[in-house]
């Protein structure tokens, strides 16, 4: 009632999982492959990580070393010696000497309770001068690992101290 057709003998079951296993095998090791070449360089800046070094009449924007020759200079100095040096000692140049913030090494422990792979972005407005100081609206934003950016306002104050623009004082905004 049912025709036979006949076919060649199937493969035995031992070569049919041979050939299976070494698919299965064969694909794993094309994923490892994919996987090494597309992950993420280890010394890349973290995710989302940009910092465009801007400077205008209006906002001065970047993470470099800066100096004390001007405002913005000295806060984005200031920054720098904070999230890159990590050092209280080379942040203080960009300080007036008797500033709050070098009471009680405080800055250091500030500066410690950072982790260390932070890399901050600071944006920098004039709010203008008071007297002989100059008010600055400053936005800190720092990415550290594995979180979201944190984004920091501050009311910055500088003013020249023996032909040097230091920062006299940091509020928050």
Known sequence: MYAKFHTA?????????????AGVLGALAALAVIAVVTSPDATAEPDGFTCEEN???????????????????AILGFHHAFYVDRSAAHAQRFLIPDSALTVDNRLQIDIDAIPAETRHCVSISPLGAIGDSQRWAVTVTEFRPDI??????????????????????ITPA
Do not use: C, K, M
Request: charged fraction near 20%; aromatic fraction near 4%; hydrophobic fraction near 30%.
């Open 55 to 73: 400077t205008s009449a209006n906002l001065v924007t970047g993470s470099g070393p800066g100096d004390t020759s001007s405002g913005q200079s």
């Open 148 to 169: 979201e950016p944190w984004i920091t306002r501050q009311t910055v104050t500088t003013r020249t101290v023996d032909r040097v623009i230091l920062i006299s004082e």
């Open 9 to 21: 003998n199937p493969l035995p079951r031992s070569r049919r999982h041979r050939w299976i296993a």
